[in-house]
């Protein structure tokens, strides 16, 4: 079990004013923003917060990270910060808490029809939105992926209409199914906040179009963390459904690594971080060719490692890049095709055969 800073402490420590509420989720007047209305959400059980002006949130280290060097200059995999803020909680010695990992009825948890309707619904919203967003479809454009692959998975944007796009449907079980998923956070005053908003909004798709899952990925540097999960579903892997369990494939951490992969012919995934839930190891169990391809940066050589110890029958393949940090960097950088050689030595490597280039 995972012990972190206890992050009702460290706000306090830092004149967050929260009513002490057990476990349950509350809500303060946010410290990264002037407002006489509180919009910073603060999960205890699960040591997170989150800031409804910005959609920034984090755990206990990202708070304090924010707190020293602003909400927008934060980066937590820069390591001399990274190192300025555990020193810092080191020597305030916050009491530790243990963070309870997902329980195990998670498994159990089937996608109703309703909710299946409503994750194709939204997703479809947030496509169309998409389409229309010079801002957002032009950054993945410019990392290379191809108005073909972003129709045919559905990407899209959330931009903060999802609430009113859902008040147009005549039913009202979708709109609190919508609550429920996590998609719309209700205040106590009855305000209601996209919980996407401003992010590029990845839906994970079965080979049958069904939509499993939405990730909201950052569309700006600052916007923390990375990736956002719906908190009321179970967690996805993006992409894994898309490919038959006898396909090879290969995990990245970073989605925009998996899109660039998928790209250059090779079944690719991404949880979308270094963490993988255990109902998905249980899943990836039944999967014999699992490759995992790290980025060139030490956290996530060791999240390779930790994947590796998790499942056995996977094969560890350390990413080099030329000097960039990933895939996708790599392949905007200095061109598509030196980027896939290198993908196609790498696996080729580690004993992964693809047709080469291949689509
Ligand atoms: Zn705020």
């Given at each position: 079990?995972?012990?972190?800073p206890?992050?009702?402490?460290?706000?306090?420590?830092?004149?967050?004013?929260?009513?002490?509420?057990?476990?349950?989720?509350?809500?303060?007047i946010?410290?990264?923003?002037?407002e006489?209305r509180?919009?910073?959400?603060?999960?205890?059980?699960?040591?997170?917060?989150f800031?409804?002006?910005?959609?920034?949130?984090?755990?206990?280290?990202?708070?304090?990270?924010?707190?020293?060097?602003?909400?927008?200059?934060?980066?937590?995999?820069?390591?001399?910060?990274?190192?300025?803020?555990?020193?810092?909680?080191?020597?305030?010695?916050?009491?530790?808490?243990?963070i309870?990992?997902?329980?195990?009825?998670?498994?159990?948890?089937?996608?109703?029809?309703?909710?299946?309707?409503?994750?194709?619904?939204?997703?479809?919203?947030?496509?169309?939105?998409?389409?229309?967003?010079?801002?957002?479809?032009?950054?993945?454009?410019?990392?290379?992926?191809?108005?073909?692959?972003i129709?045919?998975?559905?990407?899209?944007?959330?931009?903060?209409?999802?609430?009113?796009?859902?008040?147009?449907?005549?039913?009202?079980?979708?709109?609190?199914?919508?609550?429920?998923?996590?998609?719309?956070?209700?205040?106590?005053?009855?305000?209601r906040?996209?919980?996407?908003?401003?992010?590029?909004?990845?839906?994970?798709l079965?080979?049958?179009?069904?939509?499993?899952?939405i990730?909201?990925?950052?569309?700006?540097?600052y916007?923390?963390?990375?990736?956002?999960?719906?908190?009321?579903?179970?967690?996805?892997i993006?992409?894994?459904?898309?490919?038959?369990?006898?396909?090879?494939?290969?995990?990245?951490?970073?989605?925009?690594?998996?899109?660039?992969?998928?790209?250059?012919?090779?079944?690719?995934?991404?949880?979308?971080?270094?963490?993988?839930?255990?109902?998905?190891?249980d899943?990836?169990?039944?999967?014999?060719?699992?490759?995992?391809?790290?980025?060139?940066?030490?956290?996530?050589?060791?999240?390779?490692?930790?994947?590796?110890?998790?499942?056995?029958?996977?094969?560890?393949?350390?990413g080099?890049?030329?000097?960039?940090?990933?895939?996708?960097?790599?392949?905007?950088?200095?061109?598509?095709?030196?980027?896939?050689?290198?993908?196609?030595?790498?696996?080729?490597?580690?004993?992964?055969?693809?047709e080469?280039?291949?689509?």
């Amino acid at each position: 079990m995972e012990k972190k800073p206890d992050l009702l402490e460290v706000l306090r420590a830092y004149g967050v004013e929260v009513t002490s509420a057990g476990d349950r989720r509350v809500n303060a007047i946010c410290p990264f923003h002037d407002e006489s209305r509180p919009s910073f959400s603060v999960d205890p059980e699960q040591g997170l917060w989150f800031c409804f002006h910005d959609y920034i949130g984090g755990d206990a280290i990202d708070f304090v990270g924010s707190m020293e060097f602003g909400l927008g200059s934060w980066d937590s995999r820069n390591k001399g910060m990274f190192k300025q803020v555990l020193s810092i909680l080191k020597e305030k010695n916050f009491s530790q808490r243990k963070i309870e990992p997902v329980k195990k009825e998670e498994k159990k948890k089937e996608l109703s029809q309703n909710v299946l309707f409503l994750l194709g619904h939204v997703t479809e919203i947030y496509h169309q939105n998409l389409l229309k967003d010079k801002e957002a479809l032009g950054y993945l454009q410019e990392r290379g992926l191809t108005e073909e692959f972003i129709r045919t998975r559905k990407i899209g944007f959330a931009n903060g209409n999802l609430s009113v796009m859902l008040s147009l449907l005549p039913e009202e079980v979708y709109r609190n199914l919508a609550v429920d998923a996590g998609l719309i956070y209700v205040n106590e005053d009855g305000r209601r906040w996209e919980f996407m908003k401003g992010r590029i909004a990845f839906p994970d798709l079965d080979r049958n179009g069904r939509v499993l899952g939405i990730i909201g990925r950052r569309l700006k540097h600052y916007q923390n963390p990375k990736y956002l999960t719906l908190k009321g579903l179970p967690k996805v892997i993006w992409g894994l459904h898309r490919f038959s369990r006898w396909q090879p494939t290969i995990i990245h951490e970073s989605i925009m690594d998996a899109c660039t992969a998928q790209l250059m012919g090779v079944p690719s995934v991404s949880p979308c971080g270094t963490g993988i839930a255990w109902h998905l190891v249980d899943e990836l169990e039944k999967r014999q060719y699992l490759g995992f391809l790290s980025q060139d940066d030490d956290p996530s050589k060791r999240a390779v490692k930790r994947w590796k110890e998790k499942l056995p029958q996977g094969r560890v393949i350390i990413g080099s890049y030329d000097g960039h940090k990933d895939l996708s960097e790599m392949a905007t950088e200095v061109g598509w095709d030196a980027a896939r050689k290198r993908l196609f030595a790498l696996l080729e490597k580690a004993g992964f055969e693809y047709e080469y280039g291949e689509k």
